[in-house]
């Protein structure tokens, strides 16, 4: 069976929820980290694969690179479609990324004209008359306008374009798209011999992104958010069962937590009252020197191995200024990235088959720290956070990687319930 979907995220934390959104859809789906290699493998049978990129915020030249080299590895593995997926909310400057990529794997297809959709309803972003909406706000009136990296000041779609491509951009309104597939087809055609490359299509349900997903089957490359993609997954037959792996609950379980977003605050809180063993780490001592690895060894080998431990850097805002203060922050992230990848090795070692990973610079340092490219997509566990399967060596992990604000309250605790059973 060969792959179908080839999809490139333009970050780490949309890799994972884009992947979530063709499983959803039915679809085995693999999630691949950072442009693979020639030695990268996909585990056996998937529809689709997604490749996690960090090129929202980068240079477009380097975004284009990398996205062009993922969508010929993604074609050498046999996929036939290329999905581009962006953020929601069209996180771009004048300059792109968004319109450069999707030109560059538009040229690469052969191809000369493409779909965009960002629209999310389950998030509350919707897309009427080109303009995109967040709730009941236009995107230039809602807090994104104040984004730290990429304001948006602009709510049309088809302006926000414009700037980011030499080619002509079109729309494609709500009331062809409720007019079905067909309608959206002719209206698709009849944009191309016009010489317009980029539609926008308005979508404001699941059901407008099943319209659209069934109507983009052909083209060879489409571009949105996880809502278009999971519109696409569902106009694919399912030829492959999708993956049924529930809660995982072979092997030891723990948490490595390196976020300090106030959600996995939250989460750290709730395990500790749930009454489970936690152990802070203390990562100025770490940079004098002290042994802080072998300390939370220790500590972990003395707990009761039925439970799942939580070992965590994350701090407060105030602890965390302080950190910073002392050891830069560059030299306070380095810090904690190397002390959670070693700890994660160390764990899988002593017989953790169940790693969830709070934080999404923190996960790029476990998976790297663990050696693993690919995994295989599972259930989700809260939206956007599947469990996912890879292997190590020769046994299998379950990881959860999860972005700082992801997950509910209780999700540490609620994922990791089922009492460690013997590790097979
Ligand atoms: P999120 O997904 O919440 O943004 P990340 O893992 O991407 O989480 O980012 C958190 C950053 O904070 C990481 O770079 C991590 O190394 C850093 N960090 C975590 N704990 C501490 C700490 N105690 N002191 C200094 N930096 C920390």
């Not at 998937?46 to 477009?60: H, I, T």
């Not at 200024?321 to 990848?341: I, R």
Request: glycine share 8%; proline share 6%.
């Amino acid at each position: 069976m060969t792959l179908r979907i080839g999809c490139i995220a333009d970050d780490f934390t949309g890799g994972t929820d884009v992947a979530a959104a063709f499983r959803r859809a039915g679809l085995r789906t693999a999630l691949v980290f950072g442009t693979p290699d020639t030695a990268t493998e996909l585990p056996p049978d998937c529809d689709a694969a997604v490749v996690a990129l960090k090129s929202r915020s980068a240079p477009a030249g380097e975004a284009v690179a990398d996205s062009l080299a993922a969508q010929r590895w993604l074609w050498a593995k046999g996929a036939a479609q290329t999905y581009f997926k962006y953020c929601s909310t069209f996180d771009s400057t004048p300059q792109g990324n968004i319109g450069p990529v999707t030109d560059a794997l538009l040229d690469a297809a052969g191809s000369s004209v493409t779909l965009h959709c960002p629209a999310s309803p389950p998030n509350g972003r919707t897309v009427y008359q080109g303009h995109l909406f967040v709730h009941d706000q236009l995107l230039s009136d809602s807090p994104l306008r104040h984004h730290p990296l990429n304001p948006m000041t602009d709510s049309a779609l088809t302006r926000l374009l414009s700037p980011q491509t030499r080619h002509r951009v079109g729309l494609i309104d709500w009331a062809t798209v409720r007019r079905g597939v067909q309608a959206v087809r002719e209206a698709v055609t009849a944009h191309q011999q016009t010489g317009v490359r980029h539609i926008v299509a308005d979508a404001l349900t699941d059901d407008d992104l099943a319209v659209l997903g069934a109507a983009a089957l052909e083209l060879p490359v489409v571009a949105g958010a996880a809502g278009l993609a999971e519109g696409l997954g569902h106009a694919y037959p399912a030829t492959a069962p999708a993956t049924t792996e529930s809660t995982p609950s072979r092997g030891r379980a723990a948490v490595l937590a390196g976020s300090c977003s106030a959600r996995t605050l939250e989460q750290i809180a709730q395990f500790y009252a749930a009454g489970l063993p936690s152990l802070h780490l203390d990562v100025l001592a770490a940079a004098t020197g002290r042994d802080v690895t072998g300390e939370a060894l220790a500590w972990y080998d003395a707990q009761e191995p039925a439970l799942p431990v939580l070992i965590y850097a994350s701090a407060s805002p105030e602890e965390l200024a302080a950190v910073q203060a002392q050891l830069g922050v560059a030299e306070a992230a380095a810090q904690v990235e190397e002390l959670l990848g070693t700890l994660a090795t160390h764990l899988v070692e002593r017989g953790v088959r169940r790693l969830l990973v709070a934080g999404g610079e923190t996960s790029g340092a476990v998976t790297t720290a663990l050696g693993i490219r690919a995994v295989l997509v599972g259930e989700e566990a809260d939206p956007g956070v599947p469990w996912t399967y890879a292997t190590t060596g020769d046994s299998d992990l379950a990881l959860m990687l999860k972005s700082g604000n992801f997950g509910a309250p209780d999700l540490f605790t609620r994922a990791l319930a089922a009492p460690a059973q013997e590790s097979t």
